[in-house]
């Protein structure tokens, strides 16, 4: 069984810059693409960036250029960096492992981008 487990998180000035962790347990992360997805108030669940286990990534467009997603494979690990957050960046943030038999999500963690 796969946890997943986030942090890093807060409220931050639009500007500002946060980086996000997940930590997972079991021995199948390594293998698999993981990301992070974002769900706002009263939106749906979006993908905002995801990276293979060879380390291809792709993001949304609204975060291009200022998030970078990263791993660190020997520690079971994935980070969201997030630069020149905007207030629209505001959501849960939601760490995700996807496998051919299932989805593993977290259980999120906030970040608020307010003056």
């Known amino acids: 069984q796969v946890q997943l487990v986030e942090s890093g998180g807060g409220l931050v000035q639009p500007g500002g810059s946060l980086r996000l962790s997940c930590a997972a347990s079991?021995?199948?992360?390594?293998?698999?693409?993981t990301g992070w997805y974002r769900q706002a108030p009263g939106k749906q669940r979006e993908l905002v960036a995801r990276?293979?286990?060879?380390?291809?990534?792709n993001y949304a467009d609204s975060v291009k250029g200022r998030f970078t997603i990263s791993r660190v494979n020997a520690k079971n690990t994935v980070y969201l960096q997030m630069n020149s957050l905007k207030p629209e960046d505001t959501a849960v943030y939601y760490c995700?492992?996807?496998?051919?038999?299932?989805?593993?999500w977290g259980q999120g963690t906030q970040v608020t981008v307010s003056s």
């Open positions: 995700n492992l996807a496998t051919p038999v299932k989805d593993y």
């Open positions: 079991g021995r199948i992360f390594s293998i698999y693409v």
């Open positions: 990276i293979s286990s060879g380390g291809s990534t």
